[in-house]
């Protein structure tokens, strides 16, 4: 009974959302709509992969923003062209210093096996070989850089990327992201999840500010532009009189119609890859080890005294979840066509994807996705709406009136005080989400 009316909800609900996003596209553009659609996309993958984390381990990851990066700088390092003179100038010492590197982090590791009945003294030790090791380090890294970001610094200015089609980088984000995660859960997971959302998020600050100042890797605040596509470039399609005769046929534009088959194709591409992460995801759900996790999640003493590792269970579905947050992170950078490191802010990549999760019902995979479809849509919509419901308001006022001013030029702000309203209101009127999790 309870499994029809969820059904039923799930019905209703995504139909409206469809809806919604059909009126935009008659009474606006379709290529509007079909960018909120885009969008709404990459943000469910992402809303799944904390979904991953919160609604099947209980684990409140603060830093969704550092794993979405590096899904963004495993597209600018697959997919941009390499650089040969940079790569010349600088790229031997690069490789010297991380060679450099992971053996004064091997030492380390050996002391510390070596002397674990003397730790006061191994730590002493490791502070020592760790100093020396950062300045020799950088004695190494900083002539490469600075030689590599002197390479004709207006255009590139870093070592560029391999050259591969830019939808590998979906796959090699997710890896990135995984090995980021994996570092974080050794250091953070085990804490209170307060302290754990702390650590997540000043780690996560720690990968955006890395980004943003190592020029040679990313172009930091420079940005890398002109990321290749993995669908058809609009200028194309506008001189093919194949697609010219299309166009007349459905009675768009050329110019129009290009914009809208770029997208059709990057829909095509991003549900195919939502609709394997959601898959997967239940399958994992329902499988023995998601009922161990949410056992886990429910009660860790309990699970704990049933001899399961808790601890390694979190590491594990922590870099689950971040894998898939950095296939999204790959994902936006694609349809963006460029990496922008300050852009990767906790308002838009940490706070929506949790009140997507939160107003979907954590979980759920299916309230993920359509959490993340309302409050995109709604992120996107509210300026538009704020300006309409605004011009209402003020319509009977005089055209000089101060109030009438204060409120137009307050429209832009509907955004912040629609997220609030809707979280507010699902959490009194359906705190587990509009799409409950089933307890079976």
Request: glycine residues 10%.
């Amino acid at each position: 009974m309870m499994d029809t009316l969820s059904s039923n909800r799930s019905v209703i609900l995504f139909s409206i959302m469809g809806l919604l996003l059909v009126s935009v596209g008659i009474y606006q553009s379709w290529s509007l709509a079909l960018t909120i659609l885009n969008f709404c996309l990459i943000s469910a993958v992402m809303s799944l992969g904390v979904n991953i984390q919160w609604g099947f381990a209980g684990l409140f990851n603060a830093g969704v923003m550092g794993s979405a990066a590096l899904g963004g700088v495993a597209a600018v390092l697959i997919s941009s062209q390499p650089v040969p003179e940079a790569i010349a100038a600088g790229g031997g010492g690069i490789l010297a210093g991380i060679a450099t590197l992971i053996v004064i982090i091997a030492i380390c590791y050996f002391v510390f096996k070596k002397m674990r009945d003397h730790r006061d003294l191994s730590y002493m030790i490791i502070g020592i070989i760790a100093f020396i090791g950062y300045l020799l380090v950088r004695s190494i890294f900083d002539p490469a850089t600075g030689a590599i970001e002197l390479v004709d610094a207006a255009r590139t200015g870093f070592l560029g990327g391999l050259g591969l089609p830019i939808i590998l980088s979906w796959f090699v984000g997710g890896l990135f992201a995984a090995a980021g995660a994996w570092v974080i859960g050794k250091i953070a997971l085990g804490l209170r999840s307060d302290y754990l959302a702390i650590a997540t998020l000043g780690i996560s600050e720690i990968i955006v500010a890395f980004l943003k100042n190592e020029d040679w890797l990313t172009r930091g605040v420079k940005n890398v532009t002109g990321l290749p596509r993995p669908v058809p470039y609009e200028v194309t399609l506008q001189k093919s009189p194949f697609y010219q005769g299309i166009a007349d046929s459905m009675g768009f534009t050329i110019i129009e119609f290009s914009s809208i088959f770029v997208k059709l194709c990057y829909t095509g591409l991003f549900l195919a890859v939502l609709i394997l992460v959601y898959v997967l995801s239940e399958k994992a759900l329902q499988s023995p080890w998601g009922r161990m996790m949410r056992a886990i999640r429910d009660n860790e003493i309990s699970a704990n005294a049933m001899g399961k590792n808790i601890k390694a269970r979190h590491l594990q579905v922590f870099v689950l979840g971040s894998a898939v947050v950095g296939i999204a992170g790959a994902m936006l950078t694609t349809i963006d066509g460029q990496f922008t490191p300050s852009s990767y802010q906790p308002l838009r990549f940490t706070f929506l994807i949790w009140v997507m999760v939160i107003v979907g019902g954590s979980g759920n995979n299916l309230g993920a996705i359509l959490g993340a479809f309302i409050v995109w849509f709604t992120w996107n919509q509210a300026p538009e709406i704020g300006n309409w419901l605004m011009g209402v308001v003020t319509s009977g006022m005089a055209e000089d009136s101060a109030l009438r001013i204060h409120l137009l030029a307050s429209a832009s702000q509907m955004r912040l005080i629609t997220m609030g309203l809707i979280l507010l209101l699902v959490l009194r009127f359906s705190p587990r989400g509009l799409i409950p999790e089933n307890n079976r």
